[in-house]
């Protein structure tokens, strides 16, 4: 079995923090893993401190003390074809973007909107990624996970995920019990194309679009996300560092006649969804800079590293950012980002 020791973990997380793994191996196969795990944890439950996919969303404040296990496991396989529909397997080590390009070029629709996001398969189900009006879960159709405890695979049908904005089952109940190992797709031969989100219309527009494509599609998203988001490998970040919060009617009514440009959306469960991003931006942030640790200049709500940031200098920013809004609006800002 073969494993790093006091391993820089830098190039293995989008804000490009320098902490060190104790020990990191890395697995392409679930018997790689099941080897792996008996190596290092032999004949217990299989205990690692981080399973590593793409690390795109995910912000290290301190060493790992431990085992870190990075998820390698590739392969994008046609399992069942009809008139209407693919189900595709993808090994959860495979990169987001590669995988939604693949769909694109074989004609399956479903996860165009979803272009352009960082990172790799098996991370996109634990929060359930969303962009411009979609979200894995729209596509989804089932996932292996490798129970850590009882070192066996377990399946999660769409109902056992519990997917909601930016959540799963893997973020709560069985949080660090499982390492997901495949996820199995959806998607349809025939598109229904989703451009009713602003930016996107007016985006194919720009681009002169004659006829609507799931290309098409891609390729203004891949704009707008190109013209907003800082790209990692340039300045370090994990996207969105807070999610939009929700708060009730009566808390958006109020707030709105204090502030009248606030910008929200009407949640299909009657709550409304502010833009986190304007409320940031409007306590001063954006564009704010610390060291190298800061609120990005034409996204507040992406935080960023511009060099040599600790995770701890990342977490204060976005602590001082949190108790800010939360005293000019009233409302508690959630992190989205995995804090290790
Ligand atoms: N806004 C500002 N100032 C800012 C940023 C935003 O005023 O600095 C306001 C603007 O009015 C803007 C609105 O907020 O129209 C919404 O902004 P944007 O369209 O950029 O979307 P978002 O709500 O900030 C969410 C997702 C993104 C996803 C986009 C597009 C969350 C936490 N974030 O951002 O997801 O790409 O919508 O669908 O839901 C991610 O999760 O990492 C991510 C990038």
């Given at each position: 079995m073969q494993f790093l020791e006091n391993y820089s973990l830098r190039p293995h997380n989008s804000f490009g923090i320098d902490a060190r793994a104790r020990y990191?191996?890395?697995?392409?196969?679930?018997?790689?893993?099941?080897?792996?795990?008996?190596?290092?944890?032999?004949?217990?439950?299989?205990?690692p401190q981080l399973i590593l996919g793409g690390g795109s969303n995910i912000l290290l404040t301190k060493n790992i003390d431990g085992w870190v296990f990075h998820n390698l496991v590739k392969?994008?396989?046609?399992?069942?074809?009809?008139?209407?529909?693919?189900?595709?397997?993808?090994?959860?080590?495979?990169?987001?973007?590669?995988?939604?390009?693949?769909?694109?070029?074989?004609?399956?629709?479903?996860?165009?909107?979803?272009?352009?996001?960082?990172?790799?398969?098996?991370?996109?189900?634990?929060?359930?990624?969303?962009?411009?009006?979609?979200?894995?879960?729209?596509?989804?159709?089932?996932?292996?996970?490798?129970?850590?405890?009882?070192?066996?695979?377990?399946?999660?049908?769409?109902?056992?995920?519990?997917?909601?904005?930016?959540?799963?089952?893997?973020?709560k109940q069985a949080k660090g019990?499982?390492?997901?190992?495949?996820?199995?797709?959806?998607?349809?031969?025939?598109?229904?194309?989703?451009?009713?989100?602003?930016?996107?219309?007016?985006?194919?527009?720009?681009?002169?679009?004659?006829?609507?494509?799931?290309?098409?599609?891609s390729d203004a998203v891949i704009r707008i996300r190109q013209s907003k988001l800082p790209d990692p490998k340039q300045i370090g970040n994990a996207g969105s560092f807070f999610k939009n919060p929700s708060v009730t009617v009566e808390q958006y009514e109020s707030l709105k006649s204090d502030f009248p440009h606030l910008v929200a959306y009407n949640n299909p469960d009657g709550t409304m969804k502010l833009a986190a991003g304007w409320l940031i931006e409007q306590c001063g942030w954006k564009g704010y800079r610390e060291?190298?640790?800061?609120?990005?200049?034409?996204?507040?709500?992406?935080?960023?590293?511009?060099?040599n940031a600790t995770g701890k200098e990342i977490y204060d920013l976005?602590?001082?950012?949190?108790?800010?809004?939360?005293?000019?609006?009233?409302?508690e800002l959630e992190r989205e980002v995995n804090i290790i």
């Open positions: 990191f191996a890395a697995f392409t196969s679930v018997e790689q893993l099941a080897a792996l795990a008996e190596f290092a944890f032999p004949g217990q439950k299989a205990d392969g994008i396989e046609l399992e069942l074809e009809d008139a209407e529909s693919v189900i595709v397997r993808v090994g959860a080590g495979e990169t987001w973007h590669n995988f939604v390009l693949y769909t694109i070029e074989n004609n399956w629709a479903g996860i165009e909107n979803l272009s352009l996001i960082p990172g790799s398969v098996g991370a996109a189900p634990m929060q359930n990624i969303g962009a411009y009006g979609v979200e894995l879960k729209d596509s989804f159709h089932s996932l292996l996970a490798w129970h850590t405890r009882d070192k066996r695979l377990d399946l999660f049908t769409l109902r056992d995920c519990e997917f909601g904005y930016r959540e799963s089952i893997f973020k019990e499982y390492i997901i190992v495949q996820v199995n797709f959806r998607l349809n031969k025939k598109p229904v194309f989703h451009t009713s989100y602003g930016a996107i219309q007016q985006e194919l527009e720009k681009m002169n679009v004659q006829e609507l494509s799931i290309r098409a599609i060291g190298d640790a800061g609120c990005h200049q034409q996204q507040a709500l992406v935080l960023v590293n511009y060099g976005s602590q001082k950012i949190l108790d800010s809004v939360k005293d000019k609006f009233g409302v």
